[in-house]
């Protein structure tokens, strides 16, 4: 079992970065591959990215390759997304999740997840 909890969402105008922290607890953060997802108000929640468990192997949603990175610190029980060239596109409550063995980037492949921080660009 792991929980996760969010943190580093806020407000931040159009063309700006954040970056968003996952902290994990228990001593086997190490064998969970670790994905971030996001929901707009209205849509359904969607695949962000992924890191596998020991952060040598991750995947991007096209809408975000080269401008979102993930990575992940075992020794700190932290996954992190870093987010770059921001757009009003990007405004949803971002979700971390974790999950046995590989990456996926399915929703529904995840067994545990965080609370959820909210991401607001303004244009």
């Known amino acids: 079992q792991v929980q996760l909890v969010e943190s580093g969402g806020g407000l931040v105008q159009a063309g700006g970065s954040l970056r968003l922290s996952c902290a994990a607890s228990?001593?086997?953060?190490?064998?969970?591959?670790m994905g971030w997802f996001r929901q707009a108000p209205g849509k359904e929640r969607e695949f962000v990215t992924a890191i596998d468990l020991s952060g040598r192997s991750t995947s991007y949603a096209g809408s975000v390759k080269g401008r979102f990175t993930i990575s992940r610190d075992n020794a700190k029980n932290t996954v992190y997304l870093h987010m770059n060239s921001l757009k009003s596109e990007d405004t949803a409550v971002y979700y971390c999740?974790?999950?046995?063995?590989?990456?996926?980037?399915?929703?529904?492949?995840?067994?545990?997840w965080g609370q959820g921080t909210q991401v607001t660009v303004s244009s």
């Open positions: 228990g001593r086997t953060f190490s064998s969970y591959s």
């Open positions: 999740a974790a999950r046995p063995y590989g990456i996926a980037t399915m929703w529904s492949q995840y067994a545990y």
